[in-house]
């Protein structure tokens, strides 16, 4: 992979006209380790927010050595780079077939469940490959409630009752059990792990069984941009949710048990940029060579606001307007689909024009795992930059990423 020392110096060298990532992996390192540092547990990479193989390499070498995996590929991709690593599966509603392989085949042991079938499944496959049900972990995956930018409570769950009844049949056909939650990704609301502490604290009073861990899942916000014209949204830094979050524990009296969490965003929305090429101006509306069906789909879903950097053109001699006024333009992407337009602007010098590239920051989460082939363009080259995005310059411009005001 080349390396530069900024995306800017990428830019100028490659003249890229397909869109470029680029991958900071002193970044990756640091943030894992900060999290590391500061929650007391396990702590478990979510690979679904950012499965690449240089990802998952970087956290190895960091030293995170346990990973949260969904799927016959995530476990693969795991055992690829980090062969020694834990695999925690904590998909609540599994393929028969996958929890063969994952106990099989990768040798997994600790699973999540929020449901009877899925005790059942579980029971068939350990059966068949005469397993000690003493040497596994159900996690029973409780129902939460919260304010996340994306809430999953709706679809995945047992309420407190139905948990209770998982946790006493697992416990007396012979598992280790313990409680896990998931409050959703990006929380704004530092009560949102205290209320799911609560509910779990209801649940393991009701079960009466010896819990062998409590998962608190991910949800760990990242830091983002903001739209300079609205009010900063106040959101806790990563140290205060945290500190917040042990004391909860203590308080519930979780302190004293194995913890672990799945971080997966706070872990590598900083890791990466993506250098993005205007491929037409048209008046206040820019083509780009990406959008909603690559790296730009949190637009469908979120409500992140990123900050971006202009880096002009050299090339371009004659200019109109004032770089220092930032106008909002409307944002078009690469594919001939007529809804493949960002709802929201991106803010940017007014005298941005064909064959300037922007180069949009903090876009390691849910941002390249989300890539389809729509259309033909898969954006996959990658460089690697040594300056993280928020040192040097400030950004000037930010894109909005946000549909749902
Ligand atoms: C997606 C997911 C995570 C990671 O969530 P982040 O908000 O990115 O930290 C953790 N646990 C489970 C079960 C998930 O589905």
Not at 22 to 49: H, I, S
Not at 370 to 386: A, C, K, M
Request: aromatic fraction near 10%; hydrophobic fraction near 40%.
């Amino acid at each position: 992979m080349q390396r530069f020392e900024t995306a800017r110096d990428a830019a100028l060298s490659l003249r890229p006209d397909v869109p470029v990532y680029c991958f900071r992996p002193e970044v990756l390192k640091a943030d894992a380790r900060r999290f590391m540092e500061m929650f007391p547990g396990k702590t478990a990479y979510a690979v679904k927010t950012n499965g690449e193989t240089m990802v998952l390499k970087t956290l190895s070498e960091a030293g995170v050595t346990a990973f949260d995996v969904a799927s016959p590929a995530e476990f693969e991709a795991v055992r690829s780079v980090a062969p020694e690593a834990e695999m925690l599966y904590m998909h609540p509603v599994k393929a028969q077939s996958d929890i063969r392989l994952a106990l099989e085949t990768y040798g997994i042991r600790t699973i999540a469940i929020d449901h009877e079938d899925e005790v059942t499944k579980l029971a068939r496959v350990v059966q068949a490959l005469d397993i000690d049900p003493g040497t596994i972990a159900v996690f029973v995956r409780i129902q939460t409630k919260g304010s996340a930018a994306y809430e999953l409570s709706k679809k995945f769950g047992a309420g407190p009752a139905h948990a209770v009844e998982l946790l006493q049949r697992l416990h007396r056909n012979g598992y280790r059990v313990g409680i896990c939650f998931h409050v959703g990704s990006q929380i704004s609301d530092p009560d949102t792990y205290e209320r799911a502490l609560r509910t779990a604290d209801w649940v393991r009073n009701r079960a009466a069984v010896p819990l062998a861990g409590l998962d608190v899942g991910g949800g760990f916000p990242a830091e983002y941009g903001h739209d300079p014209n609205r009010k900063a949204p106040e959101m806790p830094s990563l140290g205060q949710l945290m500190s917040r979050l042990r004391g909860d524990i203590v308080e519930w009296g979780f302190g004293d048990m194995p913890l672990v969490a799945e971080p997966g965003r706070v872990i590598c929305a900083h890791a990466f940029s993506l250098i993005v090429r205007v491929l037409l101006r048209k008046g206040r509306r820019i083509y780009i060579n990406d959008g909603i069906w690559s790296s730009l789909s949190d637009s469908w879903t979120g409500k992140i606001t990123l900050p971006a950097r202009f880096i002009p053109d050299p090339a371009i001699r004659s200019r109109n307007g004032d770089r220092s006024k930032i106008v909002p333009f409307k944002v078009c992407g690469a594919t001939c689909d007529s809804v493949d337009i960002l709802s929201r602007p991106f803010w940017l010098p007014e005298t941005v024009d064909t064959g300037d590239w922007i180069e949009i920051g903090h876009i390691g989460a849910y941002s390249l795992a989300l890539r389809s082939r729509f259309n033909g363009f898969y954006p996959d080259t990658f460089v690697e930059v040594s300056r993280p995005f928020d040192e040097g310059t400030q950004p000037e411009s930010f894109a909005s990423l946000e549909t749902m005001a």
